[in-house]
């Protein structure tokens, strides 16, 4: 790896970051696509387009390339076995790509690799249990369980968007059949909808004033509005905060933790959707396994997954399986 | 081990089981007590009686005691960090046991012993990955993770009782502070409760017959009458199945488990309760995961927790860690 950078490549729901990481997890270029879907053959058209661009500006030897996606990922095929978001199911996208590309590709679930980089070099290191949440479009999950990352019996584990918070709650979004998801309350998309309809509740809220103005209510913007203190939009970034704790309480409940990692797009609101998670499973999970955990946000933020689409790439040249 | 046998303790929330236990999991004598709580003292007298008395009545030596409790246990002391069920919290639990009874002790959490019995004996045999769960006063939990029998950060993972299924739901029963839990409505406990409920609402049912003649509704006489065919106590017992699949549709969403494994009293229930249970599964978990899990009783019913306890002390005996 000396003289070599693998590429380290995030496809999200509707983002997709590049980067080329060398061996120190330094990234030396980036490319970013923001996209909304498209059919199969777009996508993975963007993929290489956003590798090659990178590997462009980059003037060294590139010698793989990590890619972590937002799917049930069988990881011995490198298929994958079902995706929410992506039109990508049963496509052998980590061969279509090792071809166009000229380099191996290694795949992976997009959660589970970034637990890989966050325990190998950011927020969980020297964990050996830890639970991973991104928050994106979608929810992303990585799990290490006694000091490896689990992927379940077909490499498909770590779904945490998708466990039950609410059993007759709201309609899980996108190709989950379930409804009260904590993916359906704690997401960016999740965000997005509560601030429209806290903006249409309150019109004199600066929420309220950005959708009068024409702007479209994002997660993102909820979160800049409420960083910029506007108390409708702390309000739903809160109300968030808490659905997440909810689900936190299950998770550590079930995994006794050292420490949950909170990454994604939407952790850019930090402590304001942090406090509140903390403080509900403060209230709500069992004592002994609350007073021994840590709930902070990724070292890596939304950079995680990409970094450890890179970090899987390195392991995987050394023969290693993360 | 050839000359040798082990005994195997499940001590429950109001049940205790000790068996003498060969290397080929044949259980020579069996002794039982039932008795509700009382002082740290009595549970621990109650545990050196059973013990004594599977011990007498075995003919050769006794090589090493395994003890399964319902409480968060630190492995690595030998004392339960949490309980819910009984008073048992910082107590030195095995050292305890080791000095009355003279015998290598063994302590680990109830769930965790059941699923060692099941995987290395029973309905998980052969699995990588797996989600034990016993119904009993409460629920225990059992995870099987890459092979390997997870116990998270300080031994206390598996708290599957206690993933929330409903954030606004019914408070949890016992020492944990949280409302919707899991075990809040699927439990031997929570049977006989709903049991109660519908007893006194259709009083011309074989439920409310048995409430009228002054029994004692309990979960064992609801799974009995909805053996015998009793509608009511049917659809109590199904409708606790459904609670049951949405519970497991999270943690098939997180583990994508080969075999989940059902036991402990209730699973007396069977098909009365698994049935509805996978419905719901089958509804509302993801479809990648669902395909690729079977839900079954455990091999060994209400003998898991036991069985489990004893190669527990079998492997301890042999330096491993289960």
Redesign the interface.
């Known amino acids: 790896m000396a003289a070599g950078c693998v590429i380290g490549v995030d496809l999200g729901g509707t983002k997709l970051l590049a980067g080329t990481v060398d061996e120190d997890l330094q990234v030396h270029h980036r490319a970013y696509r923001l996209g909304r879907g498209g059919d199969t053959r777009t996508v993975l058209a963007n993929i290489v387009d956003v590798v090659q661009e990178v590997r462009e500006a980059h003037e060294g030897e590139i010698e793989a390339v990590g890619l972590g996606i937002p799917c049930?990922v069988d990881r011995e095929r490198g298929v994958a076995?079902?995706c929410n978001h992506l039109p990508l199911v049963d496509v052998p996208i980590r061969d279509l790509m090792a071809e166009q590309l000229g380099l191996p590709v290694f795949l992976d679930n997009d959660g589970s690799a970034a637990m890989l980089a966050e325990w190998k070099w950011g927020a969980a290191q020297g964990?050996?249990?830890a639970v991973l949440l991104t928050l994106g479009t979608g929810i992303g999950?990585g799990?290490l369980?006694?000091g490896?990352v689990?992927?379940?019996?077909?490499?498909?584990?770590?779904?945490?968007g998708?466990?039950?918070?609410?059993?007759?709650?709201l309609p899980c979004p996108g190709a989950?059949?379930?409804?009260g998801c904590l993916e359906a309350y704690v997401s960016g998309n999740a965000l997005g909808r509560e601030g429209l309809r806290v903006a249409r509740a309150v019109p004199e809220s600066e929420l309220g004033r950005a959708l009068a103005s024409g702007r479209e209510i994002t997660g993102a913007l909820v979160t800049e509005l409420a960083h910029d203190g506007d108390a409708a939009a702390r309000d739903v970034v809160a109300n968030m905060g808490s659905?997440l704790g909810?689900?936190l309480?299950?998770l550590v409940?079930?995994?006794?933790?050292?420490v949950v990692v909170v990454g994604g797009a939407a952790i850019a609101a930090g402590e304001l959707l942090l406090a509140p998670a903390r403080d509900v499973l403060a209230?709500?999970?069992?004592?002994?396994?609350v007073e021994?955990v840590r709930v902070v946000p990724a070292r890596f933020g939304a950079e995680s997954g990409m970094l450890g689409a890179a970090v899987l790439a390195m392991e995987g040249l050394a023969g290693g399986d993360g």
Request: charged content about 15%; aromatic content about 2%; hydrophobic content about 40%.
């Open positions: 049930l076995l079902a964990a050996t249990d999950g799990l369980v006694g490896k689990a992927r379940g019996s077909v490499g498909a584990a770590g779904e945490l998708h466990i039950v918070i609410a059993q007759d709650g989950c059949p379930n409804h659905h909810v689900g309480t299950s409940n079930i995994f006794n933790p050292e209230r709500r999970g069992l004592p002994a396994l021994r």
